[in-house]
């Protein structure tokens, strides 16, 4: 069975910091990898997503994660932390036949003036 | 192209009672996933429709029921509510055809409140 792990289920960064949010996997196929960020009162917006070929995945607002199969990470990255990106993150999985996608538990991200 | 919606955006039941939700899926998208959101249990998923066929199940009683009309539209079903049922049910779409996931893009939700 899929899982998924992110580590820290509250980080804050300074405004201009560099934002890093933590994912870990476990999939005994090769996984489908999905980011995905929720606003209060939101549904979820997908950020990126990796499904297969360039491991470094550029996605929406200045985003991007880097798939590490030896490490089975999905990090989320942004050099520079805008007020805007204040929000809960979810790291997704699922693999290439199934939309059963299983979350984690989310991180929820402040961002200081 | 519209995205995902979902109706009603919030609903509040007594305990015993039945709600009925529905999603509307990107135009051309065959296949609606639902998903339960509870600050203790987090995203859950509940069942995958393709084609008017459930696909995929997840780990929710009976009571949890949906289905998928002709035109991709499909609807979720809770009867006899329990107050444990309050949470954001999350519809989401994609073009996954008979083989292979593809991205899921998601509705805004509904708020259901068991009293």
Redo the contacts between chains.
């Keep these: 069975a899929q899982s998924v792990t992110q580590l820290g289920s509250h980080v804050s960064v300074s405004e201009g910091a560099l934002v890093l949010l933590r994912c870990n996997y476990s999939s005994s196929v090769p996984p ?1 990898l ?1 980011w ?1 960020v929720q606003y209060p ?6 950020l990126l ?1 990796y499904t297969t070929g360039a491991t470094l995945v550029k996605g929406i607002n200045g985003f991007e994660a880097e798939f590490k199969k030896s490490e089975t990470s999905f990090h989320l990255t942004k050099p520079s932390a805008h007020m805007s990106d204040a929000a809960e993150y ?1 790291c ?1 999985v ?13 991180t929820r991200l402040t961002v200081k003036p | 192209k519209a995205g995902v919606t979902q109706t009603p955006r919030y609903l509040i039941k007594t305990r015993g009672q039945q709600v009925t939700l529905s999603c509307s899926p990107i135009s051309g998208h065959r296949s609606v996933s639902w998903y339960q959101q509870t600050p203790g249990q987090g995203l859950q998923f509940l069942f995958e429709y393709f084609s008017e066929t459930q696909r995929n199940k997840g780990n929710f009683p009976g009571r949890f029921s949906g289905r998928q009309f002709s035109n991709s539209r499909s609807e979720m079903n809770v009867s006899t509510l329990e107050l444990g049922d309050s949470a954001l049910y999350l519809c989401a779409s994609s073009g996954r055809g008979p083989l292979g996931a593809d991205t899921q893009y998601f509705g805004p939700g509904t708020r259901l409140t068991v009293l």
Excluded: I, P, T, V
């Design positions: 489908y999905f995905y009162n939101q549904g979820l917006q997908l997503k979810f997704a699922s693999d290439r036949w199934d939309n059963d996608m299983r979350f984690g538990a989310g």
